[in-house]
C-alpha cells in the first residue's frame, strides 16, 4: 500500500495546480490540430486469434465496458468521441497540466515507445522519481486490471480514478487545475465540441483524458497479420508452451475475468471459496519484495510492442529481454509469493528451461508484436509538437 501512496503523492505534486496563489500559464505554443477531427470511435482492436486467448465475449460486461458483439464502437458506460478523444489528445501532452508546465501525461509515456518512456523508473516534478516503471498503454480497453498491482480495475474506473490519480487527488486541488486551463484560449473550442460547454471541469477532463487513453489501440502487428517465417513460427510454438499460459489473450496478459486462473477463481487449495488474483502473480524477481505490489504479486503485463518497452518490469530491474528470458531459464529467486509454475512437488524453484536457440525463436516471435501502425499513428501524436 505505501508505493501506491507515495506514487499518488507524487503525481499530485506533479500535477495538481497547487498551494501556490501565483499560477500562470505559460508561454506554450497552440496545439496543431487537424481540421477534421481523426477517428478515434472506431476501436480497432485485436482479432481472437491466439491459441488460450480469453475470448472477449467470456469477460463480463459489467468488468470490460465492450459490448458483446465487440464490433467495438458501442462501449456500456464510456463512449470514445472523435471530438472528446481529441481534447484527451492535447491534454494528455500538455504541460500547462502540471504545477510549473514541465510535466505531461506525455512526458513519461511516449508514443514511439509504446507510450512508456526508456527508463527504469520515470522523473516527475522537479526531477523526482516514481517508485515504478511507467507503463505501457496498449488497447487498455481490453484490460480490466490496470496499473503494476492492478489496483485500478477498468477505464470506467479509470475515467474516475487513475487519471484524477495521475493528476489531483482531492478534489479541492483539481478546481486549481480548472481555473488553470479556463484561462488557457485553446481549450474553450476544445471543450466545447467535446461536451458541449466551453467551461472546463475536472469531470471532463478527466472523462476527455480516459476517452484518449481508451482509444489507444493496437491491432496491425505482424502477429495480426499472421505472416510468420519459419523461425517466427517455432518461437510462437515455444512461446505457447512456455508463457503463454500467464500472458494470454488479445493483450498476451492475464486479464482478471471470472474463472480465469488468475482472476477470480475457485480457490484451488482450499477447495473453496473464491479468490480474486487480479490478474497478478509473482515471477521470483527478489527473495524479499521491496515493492509488495498486490500482496507480493503484480500485473501479467501485455507483450504487445515488448521490443519497444525496455527495462522490463516494474521496477525497470532488467535491461534488455535476453536478460528477461536468463531471468525465466535461470534467474527466479524461491520468493514467499512465488507462482505455482515455478515450484517442483517439493516446493522448489523450478525455472523454464529454455536453450540458446530456442530463446532465439522466442525473441524472434516477440519482434512479431510490435506494431508500427499504432507508434507512428498521427491520432496519438504529440500535437504540440510541430
Ligand atoms: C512522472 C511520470 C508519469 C506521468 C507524468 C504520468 N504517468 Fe501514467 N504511469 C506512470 C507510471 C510509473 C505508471 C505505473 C504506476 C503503477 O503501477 O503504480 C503509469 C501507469 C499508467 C497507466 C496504466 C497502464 C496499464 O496498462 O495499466 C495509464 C493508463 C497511465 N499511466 C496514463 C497516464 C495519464 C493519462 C497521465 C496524465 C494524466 C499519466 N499517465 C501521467 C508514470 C507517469
Ligand atoms: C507465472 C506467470 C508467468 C509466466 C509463465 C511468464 N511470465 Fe512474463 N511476466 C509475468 C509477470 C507477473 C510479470 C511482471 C513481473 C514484475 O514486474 O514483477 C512478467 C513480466 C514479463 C516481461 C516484462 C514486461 C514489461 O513490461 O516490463 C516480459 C518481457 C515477459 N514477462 C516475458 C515472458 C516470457 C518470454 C515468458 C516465457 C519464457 C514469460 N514471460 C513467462 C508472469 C509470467
Same mark, same amino acid.
Given at each position: 500500500? +505505501?508505493?501506491?501512496?507515495?506514487?499518488?503523492? $507524487? $503525481?499530485?505534486?506533479?500535477?495538481?495546480?497547487?498551494?501556490?496563489?501565483?499560477?500562470?500559464?505559460?508561454?506554450? +505554443?497552440?496545439?496543431?490540430?487537424?481540421? #477534421?477531427?481523426?477517428?478515434?470511435?472506431?476501436?480497432?482492436?485485436?482479432?481472437?486469434?491466439?491459441?488460450?486467448?480469453?475470448?472477449?465475449?467470456?469477460?463480463?460486461?459489467?468488468?470490460?465496458?465492450?459490448?458483446?458483439?465487440?464490433?467495438?464502437?458501442?462501449?456500456?458506460?464510456? +463512449?470514445?468521441?472523435?471530438?472528446?478523444?481529441? $481534447?484527451?489528445?492535447?491534454?494528455?501532452?500538455?504541460? #500547462?497540466?502540471?504545477? /510549473? /508546465?514541465?510535466?505531461?501525461? =506525455?512526458?513519461?509515456?511516449? #508514443?514511439?515507445?509504446?507510450?512508456?518512456?526508456?527508463?527504469?523508473?520515470?522523473?516527475?516534478?522537479? =526531477?523526482?522519481?516514481?517508485?515504478?516503471?511507467?507503463?505501457?498503454?496498449?488497447?487498455?480497453?481490453?484490460?480490466? /486490471?490496470?496499473?503494476?498491482?492492478?489496483?485500478?480495475?477498468?477505464? #470506467?474506473?479509470?475515467? $474516475?480514478?487513475?487519471?484524477?490519480?495521475?493528476?489531483?487527488?482531492?478534489?479541492?486541488?483539481?478546481?486549481?487545475?480548472?481555473? +488553470?486551463?479556463n484561462n488557457v484560449e485553446y481549450y474553450r473550442t476544445l471543450f466545447e465540441e467535446a461536451y458541449g460547454s466551453g467551461r472546463v471541469t475536472s469531470e471532463h477532463i478527466s472523462l476527455a483524458l480516459s476517452e484518449f487513453v481508451a482509444s489507444i489501440t493496437s491491432s496491425n502487428s505482424k502477429f495480426d497479420q499472421g505472416n510468420f517465417n519459419e523461425l517466427e513460427n517455432r518461437g510462437r510454438v515455444l512461446f505457447d508452451q512456455k508463457c503463454g499460459s500467464c500472458h494470454a489473450g488479445a493483450n498476451f496478459s492475464a486479464e482478471d475475468g471470472p474463472g480465469g486462473e488468475y482472476g477470480v477463481s475457485f480457490d484451488n487449495i482450499t477447495g473453496t471459496g473464491i479468490q480474486n488474483l487480479k490478474g497478478t502473480t509473482n515471477i521470483g524477481l527478489e527473495v524479499v519484495s521491496s515493492d509488495q505490489g498486490f500482496e507480493g504479486k503484480f500485473r501479467i503485463p501485455t507483450l504487445r510492442n515488448i521490443m519497444l518497452t525496455a527495462p522490463y518490469m516494474h521496477d525497470g530491474r532488467l535491461k534488455t529481454i535476453d536478460d528477461v528470458l536468463d531471468h525465466y531459464s535461470s534467474n527466479i529467486k524461491p520468493n514467499v509469493h512465488l507462482d505455482k509454475k515455478f515450484k517442483d512437488a517439493q516446493g522448489r524453484v523450478k525455472m523454464i528451461s529454455m536453450n540458446f536457440a530456442e530463446k532465439e525463436a522466442i525473441k524472434a516471435f516477440l519482434h512479431t508484436l510490435t506494431d508500427y501502425t499504432m507508434i507512428t499513428d498521427p491520432k496519438y501524436s504529440d500535437p504540440f509538437k510541430y
Open positions: 500500500m +505505501k508505493s501506491i501512496h507515495l506514487y499518488l503523492l $507524487l $503525481l499530485i505534486s506533479i500535477f495538481s495546480a497547487c498551494e501556490q496563489e501565483d499560477i500562470t500559464t505559460s508561454e506554450v +505554443k497552440e496545439p496543431k490540430l487537424p481540421e #477534421q477531427p481523426y477517428d478515434y470511435k472506431t476501436l480497432k482492436l485485436p482479432l481472437n486469434t491466439h491459441p488460450g486467448m480469453v475470448t472477449f465475449n467470456n469477460i463480463t460486461p459489467d468488468i470490460i465496458m465492450i459490448d458483446p458483439a465487440f464490433n467495438g464502437q458501442s462501449l456500456s458506460s464510456m +463512449k470514445v468521441t472523435d471530438e472528446g478523444a481529441s $481534447l484527451g489528445r492535447v491534454l494528455f501532452y500538455d504541460k #500547462q497540466l502540471s504545477i /510549473n /508546465n514541465t510535466i505531461a501525461c =506525455g512526458t513519461c509515456h511516449h #508514443q514511439d515507445k509504446a507510450f512508456t518512456d526508456g527508463l527504469a523508473v520515470s522523473k516527475g516534478f522537479e =526531477g523526482k522519481t516514481t517508485d515504478r516503471s511507467s507503463m505501457a498503454i496498449i488497447n487498455p480497453i481490453v484490460q480490466n /486490471n490496470l496499473f503494476w498491482d492492478s489496483r485500478s480495475f477498468s477505464i #470506467q474506473d479509470l475515467s $474516475l480514478k487513475p487519471v484524477q490519480n495521475h493528476i489531483e487527488m482531492g478534489m479541492e486541488k483539481l478546481h486549481r487545475l480548472e481555473d +488553470k486551463l
